[in-house]
């Protein structure tokens, strides 16, 4: 009865825990969308989930601890969208539709990764930061890459296609469409900006 107790305990204590550093994660990430990476500190935190600055620090023990969370949730988010679409999709146009959206949903709800990505105070002598986004890049672009060999193979995409130019390009989209929404103060939907630019994408990469 006893070790139940202390196992119920335990799953608690570690249930509650996730909840904290997930509500930590959200707070940096709506900071850093309002007012940028340099608005960030533990205290700015602290106040946004109403808790103390030490029971911040119960759970990350420094701002950069705060940004690495960050970073891990954008790339297993990417990773969880790039799955989830070839586990549904045997079509390789419909898996990269399906990826195209689901990334520019995933940035519009996370307003916060524009300002990671496209901020010199993310990159200004953190060369950890700049190599974790790259080899995020990296994976990503060669998941990309994969789903447009597989279309040449299925006969659906042009066989002449450079892959590697094509792969560039889609992730390329997507950075234009989200910087041009904030350029824009949020006032337009990047998703119907999408549509009308994946109709392009998609015509330039199908088998004529």
Do not use: C
């Not at 139940?4 to 959200?26: C, G």
């Not at 994969?146 to 989209?173: T, W």
């Amino acid at each position: 009865m006893h070790s139940h107790k202390r196992e119920f305990y335990m799953k608690h204590r570690k249930l509650k825990t996730e909840v904290r550093r997930a509500q930590i994660v959200n707070a940096a990430f709506e900071i850093i969308a309002k007012n940028g990476v340099k608005a960030l500190t533990i205290a700015s935190i602290a106040e946004r989930v109403e808790i103390a600055n030490s029971n911040v620090y119960r759970h990350f023990s420094s701002k950069q601890e705060v940004i690495d969370a960050i970073i891990t949730q954008i790339e297993h988010s990417l990773q969880q969208i790039l799955s989830q679409s070839l586990r549904k999709y045997s079509l390789p146009s419909k898996s990269l539709e399906v990826i195209f959206f689901s990334h520019i949903e995933f940035i519009e709800k996370h307003k916060g990764i524009l300002r990671i990505v496209f901020s010199d105070d993310m990159y200004s002598g953190n060369k950890k930061v700049i190599m974790r986004l790259k080899n995020i890049m990296k994976k990503y672009r060669s998941q990309i890459k994969k789903i447009l060999s597989l279309g040449i193979l299925n006969n659906e995409f042009d066989p002449n296609l450079d892959i590697e130019a094509a792969s560039i390009v889609f992730l390329g989209l997507i950075q234009s469409i989200m910087l041009q929404w904030r350029l824009f103060g949020y006032s337009f939907s990047p998703k119907k900006k999408g549509k009308q630019i994946w109709n392009v994408y998609l015509r330039g990469i199908l088998l004529r």
